[in-house]
């Protein structure tokens, strides 16, 4: 159920997906949806029997990214935003830190010198990053929007970020949350990530785990930060960069 206008409009959206998708195996199922105009309430299947994340394992792992294949595989429906257009603004975040870098710097996750060195490079790639495709995107990868169900397959929750893109960019949003929670590093799980899409994820953590805290989600920098000290070194490796 929303709680105000920001989750009643991500709710309207998972419903959305969910209606198009309906009967998708990578989706927890669909029950019902109620909507007053102030509080809508989006009912679905009682996931709580499920496995939820971490520890990792291959056998996991080897799970989440067939889910991964099977969500590209599925037509996406019409009217989904483009992840090339950018509404998340992936493509600015270096550009930010370049402007103020001091919040970033705050972090601790590297040098000044070695910020100034690296960001020609880290905001180019970002800047020509492959986000465009035609494949459809949950666009929100990471741990606590995965479960693994009684006979191993993965499904993802929390549809509201739903967009068409490059299949490429929720394989590369999940690693960094993956190896912050004891699995492999990102460059071990997929090595063929195109590195520019590896430097709009450093950058998204980066910039954001910087900003104050959010009041009515308080952990959210801290989770933020702790992909970011995987991302990060993840991109320099990608680009040829020294590590920070």
């Given at each position: 159920?929303?709680?105000?206008?920001?989750?009643?409009?991500?709710?309207?959206?998972?419903?959305?997906?969910?209606?198009?998708?309906?009967?998708?195996?990578?989706?927890?199922?669909?029950?019902?949806?109620?909507?007053?105009?102030?509080?809508?309430?989006?009912?679905?299947?009682?996931?709580?029997?499920?496995?939820?994340?971490?520890?990792?394992?291959?056998?996991?792992?080897?799970?989440?990214?067939?889910?991964?294949?099977?969500?590209?595989?599925?037509?996406?429906?019409?009217?989904?935003?483009?992840?090339?257009?950018?509404?998340?603004?992936?493509?600015?975040?270096?550009?930010?830190?370049?402007?103020?870098?001091?919040?970033?710097?705050?972090?601790?996750?590297?040098?000044?010198?070695?910020?100034?060195?690296?960001?020609?490079?880290?905001?180019?790639?970002?800047?020509?990053?492959?986000?465009?495709?035609?494949?459809?995107?949950?666009?929100?990868v990471r741990s606590?929007?995965?479960?693994?169900?009684?006979?191993?397959?993965?499904?993802?929750?929390?549809?509201?970020?739903?967009?068409?893109?490059?299949?490429?960019?929720?394989?590369?949003?999940?690693?960094?949350?993956?190896?912050?929670?004891?699995?492999?590093?990102?460059?071990?799980?997929?090595?063929?990530v195109p590195p520019?899409?590896?430097?709009?994820?450093?950058?998204?953590?980066?910039?954001?785990?910087?900003?104050?805290?959010?009041?009515?989600?308080?952990?959210?920098?801290s989770v933020q930060?702790?992909?970011?000290?995987?991302?990060?070194?993840?991109?320099?490796?990608?680009?040829?960069?020294?590590?920070?």
């Amino acid at each position: 159920m929303a709680t105000d206008e920001l989750t009643a409009s991500w709710i309207r959206d998972e419903h959305t997906t969910y209606s198009a998708l309906r009967g998708a195996a990578f989706m927890p199922r669909f029950i019902g949806f109620h909507d007053d105009g102030e509080r809508p309430v989006l009912a679905l299947e009682d996931l709580s029997s499920a496995a939820w994340p971490p520890p990792w394992s291959t056998d996991r792992i080897d799970s989440v990214l067939r889910c991964l294949d099977d969500v590209a595989a599925t037509p996406p429906p019409a009217g989904l935003p483009r992840a090339a257009d950018d509404h998340l603004g992936l493509r600015r975040c270096w550009s930010q830190i370049e402007r103020e870098p001091e919040p970033f710097l705050r972090l601790g996750l590297c040098s000044e010198d070695w910020l100034s060195d690296a960001l020609p490079a880290l905001g180019g790639s970002a800047e020509t990053a492959p986000l465009d495709g035609g494949e459809l995107l949950h666009f929100d990868v990471r741990s606590d929007n995965i479960c693994f169900r009684l006979d191993g397959r993965a499904a993802l929750v929390d549809w509201n970020w739903t967009s068409v893109g490059n299949r490429w960019l929720d394989i590369a949003a999940w690693l960094p949350s993956l190896h912050a929670e004891g699995g492999p590093p990102p460059q071990d799980v997929a090595s063929d990530v195109p590195p520019g899409l590896a430097s709009v994820v450093a950058s998204y953590f980066c910039y954001h785990a910087g900003q104050p805290a959010i009041t009515v989600w308080p952990h959210v920098r801290s989770v933020q930060l702790r992909q970011a000290r995987t991302a990060l070194p993840w991109a320099a490796r990608t680009l040829g960069l020294p590590p920070p």
